[in-house]
């Protein structure tokens, strides 16, 4: 059995190949057992009923699974043969994913290792592998092993490390960023990653079978565009992975039932748990809530490897390329069902052709976050209804170690190579201040998908201190989605800098999130609803803990979008948070921004 510890859980695979007249014939690994999770040893098509869309389709064949699923592609290249000779049908494969961003220190990071620990003790078999492994452990170096003392020191050391957003490494420092919501969508994206390759190195070592196990309090599922590195998978992307390849994930919170949280951000859990409980469903997998003892939770994942049955049957969609849902229940009293909730069908023909060959833009653009700007980009919408992107940018607090920057030439294009925007872009201008001798903000229209940016950084003396280069996927104003929020802070030093900026709504946002206590903020919550009508939009001010300290009034008199006035003289140095909420007719929307009071 190889065992991987990772942060999150993947799912089952789907193999699909054309049946008579082009239509594909799709298989499926499903858990079935009884009610006390026991397999049941005799199904026949009979006994299931398979909805596809909605609509009841005929099961062509039902068996146990013997040797997976086998993915479209290949084989494992030929050099990795060696280490899959012994690998036989009755091995176990286990990948554990050990999300220290999203596990807090303490007694949560002293259960897991307790409960992971005994599981590798207690439950591994002589022929099974495992690996233990932590979003930041190269993907490369992910190997499963039969050594359980290697095990045991992944294990050991474990630190959960959430909402502790100091950088442990280079690539921290220098790809993941510093603010801390670029920094919680970019771990989120890391985990995301770290579960699409696992899901792919489990799948290679048929006949085995296997299962992720994503150890996680759960994170948010909402898109911060402005922060999420494009190229990281997201959530789509590893379930597509875990279904194709025939691995289910397992989702283990090890706070579970014994979590207690302040009211104010019981959204917050709920939303992270949904996150847990979604990637495990999607995949075929179940999420174990009990952070108390985690060994029923691993017992009954063992059985479900022994439970599994692979479903056969025709597509009615043909060759769409596209998702459809999936329902399986068992005509029998107190059955149990786990199984991926879709599959995605084989493509046309042509389109395969031209998704085999990468276009041009795609080869060799490497993102990177400078150390010594923060930059703030927000999409809004604009007023005939298309998306407006806004770039604004200042000197992070380590730009004087190289002499000062004076500006940043900006080129804004989107894949297919057309320019939406180039120019210089002087640092951030407080308002009342005499102009820039270039525009303090790049303010240009931009279609909906992905926009690529790509700032040089000029310093004081003319030379070019460093390169920062993103990706930020535009939505689709014009297609149903939920309520969109950017929210702009701004800081200001005066009465007569605040009256600017409230008159101003061009004004550029401050890029940093750190402010001193003799500034005053406003805060402009630019929010759209699709159905038409302007959300109802509230602030509030919390502290680290989660406890409420100010319910943030909108100001009379400025309409829409809504503004609040935040004076941090009343404030002692530290962490807070503004919790941000607009709801509209297409439901509710919510963003937390973490700030620093400075002296």
Known sequence: MTIAVCAAPTGFSAAQKDGAGGTPTIRISAVITNASGRPIPKLSAQDLEVRDDGAVIALETIGPRAGGIAPQEDDAAADDRERLADVRSSTRLFAILLDEFHVGAGAATDRVRDAVARFVREQLRDDDRAVVFKPLDSLGAIRLTKDRDTLMRAIATFSGRKGDYEPRSAFERNYVGHA????????????????????????????????????????????????????????????????RFDVPIYAFDPEGEVRVRPAALAADDDDARAMLRRVAGETGGELVPDGADFSAGFE????????????????????????????????????????????????????????????PFASGRMLHRSPIIDAWVGVTRGADGTARMLVTWEPSIRSGDTGGVRTITLTATTVDGRVLFTGDVASRQPPGDE????????????????????????????????????????????????????TEIFRTRSAREFRAVVADRDAAPAPGRAFSRTERLLIRVPAYDPGGADPRVTVSLLNRWGQTLRELAPMPGVGVPAQFDLSLAAFAPGEYMLQVTAAGAAGETKEAITIRVTQ
Do not use: C
């Open 435 to 486: 102009p820039a001798t270039a525009t303090d903000r790049a303010a240009f229209d931009a279609p909906a998908g992905r926009v690529q940016l790509d700032m040089k950084i000029i310093g004081d003396d003319g030379r070019v201190l460093d390169n920062e280069a993103r990706d930020v996927d535009v939505p689709d104003l014009r297609a149903p989605r939920k309520v969109l929020i950017t």
């Open 300 to 359: 009954r994942m063992a059985r479900d490897l022994a439970s599994r049955w692979v479903l056969t049957f025709r597509s009615p969609h043909g060759r769409d390329g596209k998702y459809h849902t999936l329902d399986i229940r068992v005509k029998r009293r107190d059955a149990r069902v786990l199984a991926p909730a879709g599959y995605w069908t084989p493509p046309p023909v042509e389109p395969r052709r031209t998704i085999a060959a990468p276009p």
């Open 180 to 243: 801390p919501e670029a920094i919680v969508a970019a771990r989120t994206q890391i985990v995301f990653s770290a579960l699409r390759t696992m899901a792919m190195q489990l799948g290679e070592m048929r006949p085995a079978t296997g299962a992720i196990v994503l150890v996680s309090e759960g994170f948010s599922s909402d898109d911060r565009t402005h922060a999420v590195d494009p190229r990281l998978p997201d959530l789509a992307a590893v379930v597509r992975s875990a279904i």
